[in-house]
């Protein structure tokens, strides 16, 4: 069974460009779920897709934008980025079969410098 | 507005002793409580869940204790070893959604 990756590992980048990360989900899972991790703070929802539609957001403005495909691998995009937005950036899967039961799979993350 | 507190940011325990991390969470909505291990460099690690409809959750050396009127979870892990030296975060969620973190705990295990 292979668990959840992503990709890149790090990645530089300055004011104003765009950003595009990858996450793979664990086998079998049909949702995905972004976070930010801002240093010594917990993870904090950016948004989830199930079956390839947003299933709900965090308080993350519009340029914070995403995707899920068939395969359900999933992109996090971020336009105009900002010094803020440096983080590290996590993906988790799950399966969802019934309402309660939520336990969420983590990729090793990837770490975002905006400079 | 902090729905979910871990209000010790560090413990530190003996080695094979009891680790007992706390959490407290404001929303009364929430139907589901997870912890998880973080080390550095990596994603955070799923240890071990509870349902709202119970009040204690065992795995091992890992138990979960809920108290729904204190709005109160904690872990315990028993005997402590060193390879548990990492931060744990509770996390909570209503119907699926998102998880809601808290601020993390950095458990430090000395031999």
């Known amino acids: 069974e292979t668990g959840v990756t992503q990709s890149p590992t790090h990645l530089i980048k300055t004011r104003g460009q765009q950003v595009t990360l990858r996450c793979s989900s664990q086998?079998?899972?049909?949702?995905v779920s972004w976070y930010q991790q801002a240093l010594g703070q917990g993870p904090q929802f950016i948004f989830q897709?199930?079956?390839?539609?947003?299933?709900g957001r965090g308080n993350f403005p519009p340029r914070f934008s995403g995707l899920q495909f068939p395969n359900y691998s999933s992109e996090l995009n971020v336009n105009a980025l900002e010094l803020d937005d440096s983080a590290l950036y996590l993906c988790?899967?799950?399966?969802?079969?019934?309402?309660?039961?939520?336990?969420?799979?983590f990729g090793p993350g990837t770490r975002l410098t905006v400079l | 507005d902090q729905q979910v507190k871990q209000n010790s940011p560090s413990l530190s325990v003996q080695e094979g002793r009891i680790s007992i991390l706390n959490c407290d969470y404001t929303n009364s909505m929430f139907d589901y409580f997870l912890w998880y291990k973080k080390y550095p460099a990596e994603g955070p690690t799923f240890l071990i869940s509870i349902s709202s409809i119970k009040d204690k959750n065992e795995d091992g050396r890992f138990t979960v204790f809920l108290n729904k009127s204190a709005k109160h979870l904690s872990l315990h892990i028993v005997p402590s070893q060193p390879g548990d030296s990492a931060v744990y975060f509770c996390a909570a969620s209503y119907q699926g959604g998102k998880l809601i973190f808290g601020q993390g705990t950095e458990l430090s295990v000395k031999p």
């Open positions: 086998s079998g899972h049909n949702t």
């Open positions: 988790a899967s799950s399966l969802v079969v019934r309402t309660g039961d939520n336990e969420q799979f």
């Open positions: 897709y199930y079956r390839e539609e947003e299933n």
